[in-house]
């Protein structure tokens, strides 16, 4: 029989099911052949979800001194943070070990005050990536794989690709957002296999289409949507090529791009949407997955099965399965809970921050390179049997664990609960909470978050600059001195400078040079994403029950699969 409690964080009901039971008794860890069971949760999935990416943090990026060499770094930790930040390449070295920050557990103390502790002594890594494969894409974080890329966040396998989150096995792409396998796009959005593209949304198998959304295997389209395999045509209607040109140049001619764009999105809003996108899915509720089977709640996933309550993640080796809790990065990881930034082929990983090719640790942080049987540690790479960083004995390890359980079900992470089966709170991250992942998808004011004990950044606007060049309003106009100029948001002030690259690729696509800074844009596009929540909505076709991402509040006309398939294409 299912629970349903009360969140303790918006107080909002949840349904804790016989499934997710089954779950949380499956992956619960044994020693000595005693079940140590994982309790249900006391936040929603929503609240579980803000806890966890409280402690990702992409875009934001300091030059500071490396606490080892001195020397200037690029780092996702400003020089105030409280432990020291290794260049990638020391951390990653065998110059120092983690092991020598190792001490004995207090069962006089809260287990996370211990673990913070520990947190706050060990070296961190300056950039979450995979250094030995960046080639000239130095300002980029949580990544992989990338050559010649600049400000790109949360992505793999990519080249000479700008201002992106999520562009993965792409190329000579700009400001685009959840693509894959693309090719010349800009201000593209959960696009597959899509080239020579402008603001493309929710399309695979296209090209050189622009405003335009739900494309399947079209080209030469602007002001479409729901069509399949069609060519030229303009607001879902053929034309021949001449009189389809002829059209697009005038809408170019008459409007600027931002124009262009509102118009654009009043004429989605009154087109049918399907209820959830999906590519390839069987059995699955949430948005925008891809090759996904028997998940639910899950959001921007490919390649996962029989999981709940994930996000961001990403193809590996082989298919993710069994998961819940989790958010970015994971690829191929299996039987985990509660992480986030989980790397490449996870087992039984439950409640880490930043651990990677691991197995059966627990609690940990920075933990890599096929670490396993670690509970509490920080920054340890191929270790085994360690707790808060000491080195055990097997039989020592399966012996104190159990009693550091025992602890944490007794000593609270707050007022009335225990620290077993919670994530690390949110006022224990590094980072101040309007600069992480969690300010993105669940924004808050400063004294909100203040409120919340959690951490703020207040930035220092007095450090803005004016702008030392007018943008001409044709590209042609723009040689390469502007990008010596400095720049200032049209929307915030901020500061922002043009790449030459940048620059190269807006003239061979007719684009304007922008005029917001590239954090607002990034901003302006998960705006225009439907939130990760699901709501219950009928098919404006045929009123069958649905779990949507598109709320009651919202008028657009929502269709069931079938419903769909009848009206669009």
Excluded at 275 to 281: D, I
Excluded at 301 to 318: A, I, N, P, V
Excluded at 536 to 565: A, H
């Amino acid at each position: 029989m299912s629970i349903v409690k009360q969140c303790i964080q918006c107080s909002e009901k949840f349904e804790v099911t016989d499934y997710d039971l089954a779950f949380l008794d499956k992956i619960s860890p044994s020693f000595s052949g005693k079940k140590y069971l994982i309790p249900e949760p006391n936040l929603c999935a929503q609240c579980r979800q803000q806890q966890r990416i409280s402690w990702r943090k992409e875009r934001n990026l300091y030059y500071r001194t490396c606490s080892n060499s001195n020397k200037k770094i690029l780092s996702m930790y400003p020089q105030e943070a409280k432990f020291p930040v290794f260049d990638n390449d020391i951390w990653w070295g065998d110059s120092w070990s983690a092991l020598d920050y190792g001490r004995d557990f207090d069962f006089s103390r809260p287990f996370f005050d211990q673990l913070m502790e520990l947190r706050d002594q060990v070296p961190h890594f300056a950039l979450a990536i995979a250094k030995t494969t960046m080639q000239n894409s130095d300002f980029c974080n949580q990544a992989g794989y990338l050559k010649d890329c600049y400000l790109i966040f949360n992505s793999d396998n990519s080249e000479r690709c700008l201002y992106g989150k999520g562009v993965n096995r792409c190329f000579d792409c700009l400001d685009c957002y959840k693509t894959y396998e693309c090719e010349a796009c800009y201000e593209c959005m959960n696009c597959y296999n899509c080239k020579f593209a402008v603001y493309l949304w929710d399309s695979q198998n296209s090209s050189e289409s622009s405003f335009c959304s739900n494309l399947i295997g079209c080209s030469n389209c602007f002001f479409c949507t729901n069509l399949q395999n069609k060519k030229y045509c303009f607001l879902n209607k053929e034309y021949s090529p001449e009189e389809w040109k002829k059209l697009v140049d005038d809408i170019f001619k008459n409007f600027s791009l931002e124009q262009i764009l509102d118009k654009f999105i009043t004429f989605r809003e009154q087109q049918p949407h399907k209820f959830m996108e999906e590519r390839n899915t069987e059995n699955c509720i949430g948005n925008y997955l891809m090759n996904c089977r028997d998940c639910e709640a899950c959001f921007d996933c490919e390649y996962l099965e029989k999981s709940k309550y994930c996000f961001d993640l990403k193809k590996g080796d082989g298919v993710s399965y069994e998961n819940y809790d989790l958010s970015a990065f994971g690829m191929g990881v299996n039987n985990c809970y509660q992480g986030v930034s989980f790397g490449y082929n996870n087992n039984h990983v439950l409640f880490g921050v930043d651990v990677w090719n691991s197995f059966d640790v627990y609690y940990s942080i920075l933990c890599v390179n096929n670490c396993k049987n670690c509970f509490g540690c920080v920054g340890l790479k191929k270790a085994e049997y360690c707790i808060l960083n000491k080195q055990f004995s097997k039989e020592e390890y399966e012996e104190l664990v159990p009693k550091i359980i025992e602890h944490m079900r007794k000593d609270g992470a707050r007022p009335g609960g225990q620290e077993w089966g919670e994530f690390f709170p949110a006022k224990f991250s590094p980072f101040a909470y309007n600069e992480v992942t969690a300010q993105e998808y669940f924004p808050l004011s400063k004294e909100e978050v203040l409120s919340h004990g959690w951490n703020w950044r207040d930035e220092d606007k007095n450090e803005y600059k004016s702008q030392t060049v007018e943008v001409p309003k044709d590209v042609n106009l723009a040689d390469e001195t502007i990008c010596d100029q400095i720049l200032a948001c049209k929307a915030t002030g901020k500061n922002y400078k043009i790449q030459k690259t940048e620059l190269a690729f807006y003239k061979k696509m007719k684009l304007p040079v922008p005029e917001f800074c590239p954090d607002y844009r990034h901003l302006r596009r998960i705006n225009l994403r439907n939130p990760r929540k699901l709501w219950e909505r009928n098919c404006t076709k045929c009123s069958k029950v649905l779990q949507s991402t598109f709320s009651p509040e919202m008028k657009e006309k929502i269709y069931c699969g079938d419903c769909y398939l009848k009206v669009a294409f």
